[in-house]
């Protein structure tokens, strides 16, 4: 019995030996192991939680945890996000109400002219009235584009893309609007190769359409000249459009297409269009796929280049 009992006390004694020194290993090569991607991980999301947007999360190891740390950095990625659409939609806001204070001063104004009888003659009257007209156009393009811009930031925004003749449906859409734009002082000239590209032809229209609108609304003498030009390319379709307006500086050149920019900083000219017009421009081209980016003519003026994909050519 005696020696049982020893027996049991040596294999007990050896018991907690294994456990102490499997607890110690646990500790000294897995736990501490695991301790410190956690530490990083975790302050990593404190700081990004707190709004610190420009912490990075840096961990060089290659295992389990690589993996969270680039989930981490995809959430910082997605605040990042967030905060841009709510900037962006705050300065949607603020360019709606700076932009139709203007036109709807103006239509208050004349108005009271009318009801205070200021305008005391029939040829007076027809003037405050087309004016009031003028100016009630004027909001409703401007609602328009907004209600446009808006439809575009919705993932289900409907669109017909096809493989289109680029070359012709441009020219088909110029031969419309050419005379039109010719009669405000802007000229437009084609030069248009063969080109089929993967578009949404009322996109693809109003982009055109857009882009001209804001070359005649900037132009500085009084006839300008614009010209769309289509060509195949291995990268894709090029449709450019160049003005000879007074352009815009190197550092105005990459926020054309944002919402409400304009080159000038301080907005002294809100009649010329609601600032929606190249941001829509922008956002149409990307839901097709491609690319846009804006560059200094020579010598002076504007040039805008979207590359679309190629679309694939009707043998039958």
């Known amino acids: 019995e005696m020696v049982l009992a020893i027996v049991a006390v040596i294999l007990i004694a050896a018991i907690l030996i294994a456990l102490i020194l499997t607890n110690h290993l646990l500790t000294r090569f897995v736990f501490r192991k695991i301790e410190e991607p956690l530490d990083i991980l975790a ?16 961990y060089d190891g290659d295992d389990e945890f690589t ?13 990042e996000e967030t905060q ?21 001063t103006s239509i208050q104004a004349y108005v009271e002219g009318l009801l205070d009888g200021v305008a005391n003659t029939p040829e007076k009257q027809q003037a405050y009235l087309r004016t009031i007209k ?6 409703q393009r401007m609602v328009s584009q907004i209600f446009q811009f808006s439809k575009m930031d919705l993932e289900n925004y409907p669109m017909q893309i096809e493989s289109l003749a680029l070359d012709e449906e441009i020219g088909a859409l110029l031969e419309v609007v050419g005379p039109e734009y010719a009669e405000k002082g802007l000229a437009v000239q084609a030069d248009l190769a ?4 993967l578009v949404d ?3 693809l229209r109003r982009i055109v359409v857009n882009i001209l609108d804001n070359s005649l609304k900037y132009k500085s003498a009084a006839e300008g000249h614009a010209e769309v030009r289509v060509l195949a390319e291995a990268d894709g379709v090029h449709l450019t459009i160049a003005d000879d307006g007074p352009g815009v500086s190197a550092e105005a050149l990459p926020k054309l297409f944002d919402v409400f920019y304009r080159s000038d900083p301080s907005r002294h000219n809100p009649n010329q269009g609601s600032g929606l017009g190249l941001a829509i421009v922008a956002r149409a081209v990307q839901r097709m796929g491609g690319s846009v980016r804006a560059s200094a003519a020579e010598p002076h003026g504007l040039v805008i280049e979207i590359v679309l994909p190629k679309g694939e050519e009707d043998h039958g």
Do not use: F, T, W
Not at 67 to 79: G, K, N, Q, Y
Not at 84 to 104: F, N, T, V, Y
Not at 194 to 197: F, G, L, T
């Open 84 to 104: 841009r659409q709510e900037e962006s939609r705050k300065e949607l806001m603020a360019g709606i109400s700076h932009d139709l204070r203007s036109p709807l």
């Open 67 to 79: 993996p969270i740390c680039a989930e981490a950095l995809r959430l910082r990625r997605s605040v």
């Open 201 to 203: 032809a009322e996109l």
């Open 194 to 197: 063969p080109a089929v590209a």
């Open 43 to 58: 302050r990593g999301v404190q700081e990004i939680g707190a709004g610190n947007l420009d912490y990075r999360i840096v």
């Open 134 to 139: 003028a100016k009630a156009e004027e909001i």
